[in-house]
């Protein structure tokens, strides 16, 4: 059998390389683009009794309903509010700016729309328990001052209406109430 020369061998050798490496970057390649194996889903049936909770949200249509009930009292007094509505997990749903509202309003709405729906309470009641508390004011993205109220089914809070821009809390508050009112809550 005739030996190859240095060069022969070192292409050859070469060759066989990139055939392997080509065949192994192909796999790992294959591999990498097949979607993961997903886990089995567990049948809903098989769920334990008093594992899972059911929870009732307002719809969009309701959200924006209540919104332009609470904006349309605040325009009928000659004030300039935006209306904030948030769903239970304080998320906004919808935000209405009203004409010439100051900029400041817009924050203040959905932090006032959130600390009601949070603590299922009106931020102006929750406001008197900075006295007792003055840590609350602290917990980020609340705002205790007057102008947020929240909305409840079966005694549970599911939404929290805040305005903003009057020149009160009672009044910004008067106007949250006008809007959760339209809801029947």
Request: aromatic residues 4%; without cysteine; charged residues 15%.
């Amino acid at each position: 059998m005739k030996s190859l020369s240095r060069r022969a061998r070192i292409t050859t050798g070469a060759a066989a390389l990139a055939v392997v490496g080509a065949a192994a970057f192909g796999t790992v390649s294959a591999n990498a683009s097949a979607p993961p194996s997903a886990p089995a889903a567990v049948p809903a049936a098989a769920a334990a009794a008093g594992t899972t909770t059911t929870s009732t949200h307002l719809t969009v249509e309701a959200a924006t309903q209540a919104a332009q009930a609470a904006l349309h009292a605040a325009e009928k007094e000659g004030r300039r509010v935006t209306v904030a509505v948030v769903d239970r997990n304080g998320s906004t749903v919808v935000t209405l700016r009203g004409d010439g509202a100051g900029p400041q309003s817009y924050e203040s709405a959905e932090r006032k729309a959130f600390t009601a729906v949070s603590w299922n309470a009106p931020t102006s009641e929750l406001a008197g328990r900075l006295e007792q508390t003055p840590n609350l004011k602290d917990i980020p993205g609340t705002l205790f001052l007057g102008g947020g109220v929240p909305v409840t089914s079966r005694n549970a809070p599911i939404a929290g209406i805040g305005v903003a821009g009057a020149p009160s809390g009672t009044l910004d508050e008067r106007y949250a109430q006008a809007g959760a009112a339209v809801l029947g809550r």
